[in-house]
């Protein structure tokens, strides 16, 4: 690294370490800069968008409790993010968003959750599990066993739905266990095998992956939950690193039941539905067997990989290409177009499994 780079990272960094004690010159520069590029740029537009860190620092305008206490239970999922005591706030949140709910916190047995205020709340729970031989391909059981273990808790509890999250995301809205359970009432199931729809996020549904869906946040009753988390393990055992090392089609993904794939056949085999690899079974799936919201009714914040509040619709969002959409999101919208107007308004095309993702 040149002298020169050095000393601007170090003055930059320093610059960003004063600036950041406070928020309002953090959001004026912020904002400043992306209103210069706008004003410059002749193809693009820039937004930004805050939340709070602090659970204390959430506004709430609530509406009147469920009255049933304990009805909706809560999992947080996977090793604690300490950054920020992100993972703890998060669960003090929810003890504050959801009036009645009780919340697992569900991780591993290496796990120190250390000190804070609301391991006095009698709503808060910790289960602490030994980590699977094997992580399956990607970590898919390393998920299973630890939601397993905080659905069990919830049950235990008494618990009649449940609502799986993950440790380093965490929704912001307030009202949830209203509208989750009206979603589930406005919306019911047209399967005889299930209670009820599951309700999952459309922020990583994909289009012409089939079965491609939403595990980090799902809502469901606790029946419904458990067919979907107590799958058997995946014996295999591979990175997500490994398996996307190669040059990789929807249909080489869907195939290989990597992840989130891997759970949600698993999950139609056992409610009696078609998990077969076709873009006809894939939407007809979710239109019969889940509901899909987007990431904004629960406003959702994932602090795992970059600051783009849209990043998991894929770059380029807009694109004309199709082959540079290979991975577009499919959203509430397009959802509640197929309830209305039927399947064969979706690109139903085997053909379109076959372009390269990567």
Avoid at 145 to 164: H, M
Avoid at 199 to 226: A, T, W
Avoid at 238 to 252: A, E
Wanted: aromatic share 10%.
């Amino acid at each position: 690294m040149s002298k020169a780079r050095s000393l601007a990272l170090k003055w930059t960094d320093r610059f960003l370490n004063t600036v950041a004690r406070d928020g309002a010159v953090v959001e004026r520069l912020v904002n400043r800069f992306l209103f210069a590029l706008r004003k410059n740029s002749s193809e693009r537009f820039y937004t930004y968008h805050t939340r709070p860190q602090r659970a204390a620092a959430v506004g709430l305008d609530p509406v009147a409790p469920i009255p049933t206490d304990g009805m909706i239970g809560i999992v947080i999922q996977g090793p604690l993010l300490r950054e920020a005591d992100f993972t703890m706030e998060t669960a003090a949140l929810y003890l504050r968003t959801f009036p009645t709910a009780h919340v697992v916190i569900s991780t591993w047995q290496n796990e120190d959750l250390g000190q804070h205020e609301i391991h006095q709340n009698a709503r808060l729970h910790v289960v602490k599990s030994v980590p699977p031989k094997t992580s399956g391909l990607g970590t898919t059981n390393y998920q299973l066993v630890s939601t397993r273990a905080g659905i069990e808790r919830l049950e235990a509890l008494g618990c009649q739905y449940v609502l799986k999250t993950r440790s380093d995301q965490r929704v912001y809205a307030a009202n949830l266990d209203h509208y989750l359970i009206a979603q589930l009432h406005q919306y019911p199931s047209r399967s005889e095998h299930q209670k009820h729809r599951i309700v999952e996020l459309s922020m990583n549904i994909c289009r012409y992956r089939p079965y491609s869906m939403c595990d980090m946040f799902q809502f469901g009753h606790i029946s419904d939950m458990k067919d979907m988390w107590f799958a058997e393990l995946d014996e295999r055992h591979m990175s997500t690193k490994q398996f996307s090392s190669r040059k990789l089609t929807s249909r080489d993904v869907s195939e290989a039941n990597i992840g989130e794939i891997y759970l949600h056949r698993k999950y139609l085999e056992k409610i009696k539905a078609d998990s077969a690899v076709s873009m006809r079974n894939y939407y007809q799936a979710l239109l019969d067997h889940f509901i899909v919201i987007d990431k904004e009714q629960v406003d959702l914040y994932w602090h795992k990989y970059h600051c783009g509040e849209y990043s998991l619709a894929e770059n380029p969002t807009y694109s004309t290409d199709p082959t540079a959409r290979q991975k577009a999101r499919f959203y509430h919208r397009d959802w509640i177009a197929g309830l209305d107007a039927g399947i064969d308004i979706f690109p139903l095309d085997d053909a379109l499994m076959d372009r390269f993702e990567n």
